[in-house]
């Protein structure tokens, strides 16, 4: 048996805050603004109430209350092609854990879950964004760096 659990709404503010543990540890600055957070849970909520939605989560809680860690993941469709006849596209971010509960696998068993759900939905291509920390952890469950420039435009 998994330590990780699917997420449920009630977890959405626990999810944002581990959002937040995340952002802050990759950007090694604290947040200025937190006006976001309100806005994401609601968001999170809604779409974790959608059994049948394009998001998911897995979570391990926290002794005492709370979430531990978390990993969250969507899936997109896209245009079919030769390698992905589907278009379905999974795609992971927010892999938290909460600095004193790391080095205990929990973020390894949320995204075991996650990739559980990606497999059961049928996605054949899960991508994520990796930081140094992470990894050897996603190496490690297979996934493999692409030479696939990233590019964005911000509004």
């Known amino acids: 048996m998994s330590i990780a ?5 009630g977890d959405a503010e626990e999810l944002v805050r581990l959002r937040t543990v995340m952002l802050e540890s990759v950007r090694g600055a604290p947040l200025a603004d937190t006006g976001w957070q309100p806005l994401a849970a609601a968001s999170l909520r809604e779409r974790l109430g959608d059994p049948d939605g394009s998001l ?20 997109e469709r896209r245009l079919g092609g030769p390698d992905n006849p589907q278009g379905t596209t999974g795609y992971v971010f927010s892999v938290a854990t909460d600095e004193d509960m790391r080095r205990r696998g929990y973020s390894r ?28 952890l996603y190496a490690s469950l297979g996934f493999v760096r692409t030479p696939d420039p990233a590019m964005r435009l911000r509004w």
Do not use: K
């Open 5 to 9: 659990r699917p997420a449920v709404t």
């Open 56 to 75: 998911a989560a897995f979570v391990v809680p926290r002794p005492g209350g709370g979430l531990a860690a978390c990993a969250v993941g969507t899936v």
């Open 109 to 136: 068993a949320c995204m075991e879950g996650l990739l559980g759900w990606f497999r059961g939905r049928g996605v054949r291509r899960v991508d994520l964004r990796a930081s140094e920390h992470g990894e050897p």
